[in-house]
């Protein structure tokens, strides 16, 4: 058996950890690029009675508001980019 002082001991368990957290943190910020999304306002529908934003299920220049049931139109703005976050699951 090879012999290794406590202070080697804890220094490969000091820098295998170190090695790990790294591994975790990159894998996370892997995580977080492939859940990202962009909404363009050309996607969003903005209720005018209940005041709520929602994206439609199937495009379309109309739609049906899922909270009071009333017929949405389409913004028509800029095609920039209005939000952009992480999804949550």
Known sequence: MIGISFAEFFTML?????????????????????NEWQLSNRQLFHCN???LSFIPKHPAS???CPRCNTVCIRR??????VVKSVRKK
């Open 49 to 51: 009675t209940c005041h």
């Open 76 to 81: 028509r703005d800029s095609g920039e980019t």
């Open 14 to 34: 000091l820098i295998i950890f170190l090695i790990y957290i790294a591994w975790l943190w990159q894998r996370e910020i892997r995580r977080q690029k492939r």
């Open 62 to 64: 109309l739609c049906r």
